[in-house]
């Protein structure tokens, strides 16, 4: 483990077990391609919980969301959500030109935003 920085921790680890597992659960070669594999939706629900849980930790924002500019993680996300019960939300944000820490940056692909959450927890919806 090294040092961390903006609340993401540095791993280096040098282990095909490790590797292979990984890519057993995910797919696509770059931040624009990445996802979710379809094994998950076949595993348990703390599983799923849990890689829902681990991207909101890596991806998210606050409040249940995570952000992403790849189209199919966030289908991905939106299927996992589906399978543990969770009502989602998808929008976008063009974010042409956005500030982060203090630096600027100007971008060309909008950011998708999926929300979601449990009609348990709104008071608003009633019994139904």
Known sequence: MYDSKNNVKFVKCFN???YDTICEYTEGKDA?????SPVVYGQSIPFRRGILDGLYATDGGNSCRIYSSSEKLIQDVETLCTTLGLNTVVSEDPRENITIR???YERNAPV????WYNL??????GDG
């Open 16 to 18: 095909k077990d490790l």
């Open 32 to 36: 624009l391609t990445k996802g979710v």
């Open 102 to 104: 203090g630096i600027d």
């Open 112 to 115: 998708k935003c999926i929300k």
């Open 120 to 125: 348990r927890n709104k008071r608003g919806m």
